[in-house]
């Protein structure tokens, strides 16, 4: 017995020794247009327009493995029950994301590449209207395999945890415009999850209608990400206006007088229910200068976040429009 344990030991601490050799941890270097040097960071922000370099140090006679890990948008996670769902709102537990790691053979065996939408508007393998290939996060992943096999990786799948992506996979984000609005549309390309946490929309993990909004707004000031819902938003944050039976019909709400880019728009379906849905104002579609339904929203909820126009994405009933401006 002493003797099989002593073996047993010594396979563990092979096994160990292997696997530490076999996955040890590699770093990806990245570069933006503004930048003057390479570094090594977990997430990357940049306008659409400047170009994303990574790169990998190698040695001679390395290989070199790009993957993209790409989440499957085409559906919604939750965490809690959906509000048409039997015991509403109520905790279900982490939903399980799914993910597909997608090999770049493209850039085999470069140690440097460049991220660029018309290469990765190739990649929407999971067929999903909520892909988007010019704005919003992408997550990336390489593998240095050396002469004798052994390979070395960045973050990736892997390390998953009941989260979802571990937060040091690197990613790539770009951004559509400035201020609020062009954070916010970083969180394209991001997993819908009902009852998202704070971890998860802090992280890009995942996000729901009010988590995504909060969310852009902490990193936009540089600040953390706190649990809030629309009701909360409703009752903390200024009205700038209250429809009540909105059908989607010209309101007297003027553009850029009344509301504006950035504002929140809330719902309430049902007299005396709470508030159930909200989004971010985008922009006056019609150019009519006034609020209706054709002028068009970001938001997220069931699903990944979309551009949508008013009607479409259910703001109406009971409307108000919140005031989320610096």
Request: charged share 20%.
């Given at each position: 017995?002493?003797?099989?344990?002593?073996?047993?030991?010594?396979?563990?601490?092979?096994?160990?020794?292997?696997?530490?050799?076999?996955?040890?941890?590699?770093?990806?270097?990245?570069?933006?247009?503004?930048?003057?040097?390479?570094?090594?960071?977990?997430?990357?922000?940049?306008?659409?327009?400047?170009?994303?370099?990574?790169?990998?140090?190698?040695?001679?006679?390395?290989?070199?493995?790009?993957?993209q890990?790409?989440?499957?948008?085409?559906?919604?996670?939750k965490?809690?029950?959906?509000?048409?769902?039997?015991?509403?709102?109520?905790?279900?537990?982490?939903?399980?994301?799914?993910?597909?790691?997608?090999?770049?053979?493209?850039?085999?065996?470069?140690?440097?590449?460049?991220?660029?939408?018309?290469?990765?508007?190739k990649n929407?393998?999971?067929?999903?209207?909520?892909?988007?290939?010019?704005?919003?996060?992408?997550?990336?992943?390489?593998?240095?395999?050396?002469?004798d096999?052994r390979?070395?990786?960045?973050?990736?799948?892997e390390?998953?945890?009941?989260?979802?992506?571990?937060?040091?996979?690197?990613?790539?984000?770009?951004?559509?415009?400035?201020g609020?609005?062009?954070?916010?549309?970083?969180?394209?390309?991001?997993?819908?999850?009902?009852?998202?946490?704070?971890?998860?929309?802090?992280?890009?993990?995942?996000?729901?209608?009010?988590?995504?909004?909060?969310?852009?707004?902490?990193?936009?000031?540089?600040?953390?990400?706190?649990?809030r819902?629309?009701?909360?938003?409703?009752?903390?944050?200024?009205?700038?206006?209250?429809?009540?039976?909105?059908?989607?019909?010209?309101?007297?709400?003027?553009?850029?007088?009344?509301?504006?880019?950035?504002?929140?728009?809330?719902?309430?379906?049902?007299?005396?229910?709470q508030?159930?849905?909200?989004?971010?104002?985008?922009?006056?579609?019609?150019?009519?200068?006034?609020?209706?339904?054709?002028?068009?929203?970001?938001?997220?909820?069931?699903?990944?976040?979309?551009?949508?126009?008013?009607?479409?994405?259910?703001?109406?009933g009971?409307?108000?429009?919140?005031?989320?401006?610096?």
């Amino acid at each position: 017995m002493g003797i099989r344990k002593q073996v047993c030991q010594f396979c563990s601490l092979f096994g160990l020794l292997f696997s530490i050799n076999t996955f040890a941890s590699v770093d990806i270097y990245s570069q933006i247009a503004s930048d003057t040097s390479w570094q090594v960071r977990h997430a990357v922000s940049s306008p659409t327009g400047q170009s994303v370099k990574l790169k990998v140090d190698v040695l001679a006679e390395e290989q070199v493995r790009w993957f993209q890990i790409i989440p499957d948008t085409s559906q919604y996670y939750k965490n809690a029950n959906h509000p048409w769902e039997k015991n509403p709102y109520k905790w279900a537990g982490f939903g399980k994301v799914n993910y597909h790691k997608k090999h770049l053979n493209q850039f085999d065996n470069l140690a440097e590449i460049e991220v660029s939408g018309t290469w990765l508007n190739k990649n929407n393998v999971f067929e999903s209207p909520y892909y988007h290939a010019n704005v919003g996060s992408f997550w990336f992943q390489v593998e240095v395999i050396g002469k004798d096999g052994r390979r070395r990786k960045s973050m990736g799948l892997e390390n998953n945890d009941h989260r979802g992506l571990n937060k040091q996979v690197l990613r790539v984000s770009f951004t559509q415009g400035e201020g609020y609005l062009g954070v916010l549309s970083s969180f394209f390309n991001v997993p819908a999850i009902f009852g998202s946490v704070p971890y998860q929309s802090q992280h890009y993990l995942g996000v729901d209608c009010a988590d995504v909004l909060m969310a852009a707004n902490a990193i936009k000031d540089n600040g953390k990400v706190f649990d809030r819902n629309v009701a909360w938003l409703v009752t903390n944050l200024k009205h700038k206006a209250k429809l009540r039976g909105f059908t989607g019909s010209n309101t007297k709400l003027k553009w850029d007088s009344d509301i504006f880019p950035g504002d929140f728009i809330a719902v309430r379906y049902r007299q005396n229910g709470q508030f159930a849905h909200i989004g971010a104002l985008y922009q006056d579609s019609n150019n009519n200068g006034v609020l209706d339904g054709e002028d068009l929203v970001m938001h997220a909820g069931p699903n990944a976040l979309s551009y949508s126009t008013v009607a479409n994405a259910g703001f109406l009933g009971e409307v108000v429009v919140l005031d989320n401006q610096d």
